[in-house]
């Protein structure tokens, strides 16, 4: 299982672009995030080794930012994997352990898995919501994004879209439920006809 374009979009929306060059649309260079750490992009560090590595005032294209987001997904899809691959998840539920783990990476050391594994899907998500600190203080950013993921695991995508702005999701949302519901009402992919 991969990360779906909702969940990209959603740790896209709570990563954020930031620090885009003046005068240079379409391009960014590093910042220091809330706890001091060296970013670019949507959330790219050099804390898990996944390269490209990165140095102060490097610049990076909104390309260079897609590409180091595919990369860095690899690595929290993988813990999420590791974490619970002998339970079946929704797809929901995978995008948002996955954007839990790129944001903290700290699925493994929580008590998440193993609340999954038994059952109790209520303790594991009051135990997501819990990770809203940075720095020894909470920050109001990473409370509205557990809110979103906890919306997200629960299936909840309406809630998800909205805690995360993101405005186009509803109709998203009502296209996805139309084609899960009424697979017949979803119009056919028409490929033209090379010769002719």
């Given at each position: 299982m991969q990360t779906s374009e909702l969940g990209r979009d959603i740790?896209?929306?709570?990563?954020?672009?930031?620090?885009?060059?003046?005068?240079?649309?379409?391009?960014?260079?590093t910042y220091r995030d809330e706890v001091g750490v060296l970013t670019i992009g949507f959330g790219h560090?050099?804390?898990?080794?996944?390269?490209?590595h990165i140095v102060p005032g490097v610049v990076w294209s909104a390309i260079n930012?897609?590409?180091?987001?595919?990369?860095?997904?690899?690595?929290?899809?993988?813990?999420?994997h590791s974490c619970l691959h002998d339970v079946s998840l929704t797809q929901?539920?995978?995008?948002?352990?996955?954007?839990?783990?790129?944001?903290?990476?700290?699925?493994?050391k929580s008590?998440?898995?193993?609340?999954?594994?038994?059952?109790?899907?209520?303790?594991?998500?009051?135990?997501?919501?819990?990770?809203?600190?940075?720095?020894?203080q909470i920050l109001p950013g990473l409370t509205r994004r557990r809110e979103c993921e906890a919306a997200l695991f629960r299936g909840n995508l309406r809630t998800a879209a909205s805690i995360a702005d993101l405005h186009d999701m509803q109709d998203e949302f009502n296209r996805t439920q139309t084609s899960i519901a009424v697979p017949e009402l979803v119009e056919p992919v028409t490929v033209p006809n090379p010769t002719g």
């Open positions: 740790i896209k929306i709570f990563e954020g672009c930031m620090q885009a060059i003046p005068g240079r649309p379409g391009y960014y260079t560090t050099n804390l898990g080794d996944i390269p490209p930012c897609d590409e180091a987001l595919s990369a860095d997904l690899v690595a929290s899809e993988q813990e999420v929901n539920q995978f995008d948002a352990l996955v954007s839990f783990e790129f944001n903290t990476g700290h699925l493994r008590s998440i898995p193993q609340k999954i594994h038994d059952g109790d899907i209520d303790r594991a998500v009051a135990t997501l919501l819990l990770y809203d600190h940075a720095g020894g």
